[in-house]
């Protein structure tokens, strides 16, 4: 019985990091505005943020925390005109965990005294434990006291009060998120899941831009067993079908009226870019500016080979493998 659990989780494994850094990459500001208003009122939004991936990973490391932990070290600009860094921890599970605040506290010293900066710690709770509400980190002998008092949103909560009718971009991939882990190893109750939430958002008044960004981000987190995978495609067809809003299952069809087969084109390498998103998570400026400098055929040799990359070395490979001429149309 435990090995038919275990099997059924690996089925339907979901990338949520991978989903959770590239939302917040792209929606920063509405994400701060929904989890943690008080802070993104105090962000002049006019100047562009600048994200520390280099910094972070140098004192926090990221080995072995997938699908446990996402962190992100982003730099913006308060209204005063000062720096600040903002440190978004999301921790990802379905238990509390003790040593917690403990652990946050040496991420925030950490980084604080490597780099000289003052480090704002926020927590997103992504957990089921109704009952755990981490806020301090406190240590005191005698006179002696410290303290790092940080703040959280805890998504099950504000699912069941205050976000229940909200369907914002961040409340959405709050709730596949919670839906996720409330059906891990239930492959069924996820495709049920996973369909009521796709189908809310051709209700909900978005364009269709927005339905793609939203479905490309919830269908990420919501990985289904492979027959419910084609079972859900063909009912997502027929439902667009029905409502006459063809935004998610006339892909293809838009990438080629994009100009995927015109060659070296901004739509065609555009669709292959989110592709490789989804696959891979945000890309470094300088692999995407090379992406959209290949041509038709490399492009078809890349579209082919896409779904065998799983990190960005095997893609830097791939492209540095290139010879010298193909770069040149």
């Not at 850094?21 to 929606?27: F, P, V």
């Not at 002049?44 to 992100?72: F, I, M, T, Y």
């Not at 089921?128 to 980190?137: I, Q, T, V």
């Not at 995407?288 to 990359?309: K, N, Q, T, V």
Request: proline share 3%; with cysteine; net charge negative.
């Amino acid at each position: 019985m435990a090995e038919t659990l275990v099997r059924r989780i690996s089925e339907q494994d979901s990338d949520y990091d991978g989903a959770w850094k590239e939302g917040l990459r792209h929606h920063l500001a509405e994400f701060l505005a929904k989890y943690f208003a008080a802070i993104h009122g105090a962000i002049d939004w006019s100047r562009p943020v600048e994200w520390c991936d280099k910094e972070v990973s140098q004192v926090l490391g990221q080995a072995g925390s997938r699908n446990k932990r996402v962190d992100l070290l982003v730099k913006v600009w308060l209204l005063s005109g000062e720096p600040l860094w903002i440190l978004l921890h999301m921790e990802i599970q379905s238990a509390s965990e003790s040593g917690f605040e403990r652990r946050i506290a040496k991420f925030n010293g950490g980084l604080s005294w490597t780099f000289d900066q003052r480090v704002v710690s926020v927590v997103v709770l992504a957990d089921l434990d109704a009952h755990w509400r981490p806020r301090e980190d406190l240590f005191q002998v005698g006179d002696f006291e410290t303290r790092l008092r940080f703040p959280v949103c805890k998504l099950v909560d504000k699912l069941g009060s205050e976000w229940k009718d909200d369907l914002s971009l961040p409340v959405q991939m709050a709730r596949a998120q919670i839906e996720s882990l409330r059906t891990a190893g239930d492959p069924e109750g996820r495709f049920r899941a996973k369909w009521q939430l796709v189908r809310s958002l051709y209700r909900a008044g978005y364009n269709a831009d927005a339905v793609r960004e939203l479905f490309r981000l919830i269908d990420w987190m919501m990985h289904l067993r492979e027959d419910l995978e084609q079972r859900f495609r063909v009912e997502l067809t027929e439902f667009e079908e029905q409502m006459k809003m063809p935004y998610v299952t006339s892909v293809e069809r838009l990438a080629k009226a994009e100009g995927w087969t015109e060659g070296r084109t901004e739509g065609g390498t555009g669709v292959l870019v989110r592709q490789l998103r989804r696959v891979l998570g945000p890309l470094p400026e300088e692999i995407e500016g090379r992406i959209r400098s290949l041509s038709y055929p490399e492009i078809e040799a890349l579209g082919e080979e896409l779904l065998a990359f799983r990190t960005l070395e095997e893609l830097r490979t791939w492209l540095d493998a290139r010879p010298a001429e193909s770069a040149v149309d």
